[in-house]
Nanobody
Framework: QVQLVESGGGLVQAGGSLTLSCAAS????????MGWYRQAPGKQRDLVAS???????VYADSVKDRFTISRDNAKNTVYLQMNSLKPEDTAVYYC?????????????????WGQGTQVTVSS
């Protein structure tokens, strides 16, 4: 019904930059919140940053002042600009979207995840 397709991961040296993108497609009435989570080996999946449809943002303390989340509502796309990358940023990064659907006079909301993209930062 809805797909989230991520791109932009890869290998980068410490201090470098990467930009992740995530595009949502399918039967979408409205995308409420979009966000990025990450999961390192042996650890839980944690929030990196999120952004509402009104542009309100939340960041994990570990990425504040280094990462910037933004979205293009017309394209149903969220971005994560990552600067000053550190080896501890190495993880699989997952896109997440809280999406509302409208059908038959009823609204519903569902949470969706992308397939994940690997970010590796070498020291």
């Amino acid at each position: 019904q809805v797909q989230l397709v991520e791109s932009g991961g890869g290998l980068v040296q410490a201090g470098g930059s990467l930009t992740l993108s995530c595009a949502a497609s399918g039967r979408i009435f409205r995308i409420n919140v979009m966000g990025w989570y990450r999961q390192a080996p042996g650890k839980q999946r944690d929030l990196v940053a999120s952004i509402t449809d009104g542009g309100r943002t939340v960041y994990a303390d570990s990425v504040k002042d280094r990462f910037t989340i933004s979205r293009d509502n017309a394209k149903n796309t969220v971005y994560l600009q990552m600067n000053s990358l550190k080896p501890e940023d190495t993880a699989v990064y997952y896109c997440n979207a809280d999406i509302s659907h409208y059908s038959g006079g009823y609204y519903s909301t569902k949470d969706y995840w992308g397939q994940g993209t690997q970010v590796t930062v070498s020291s």
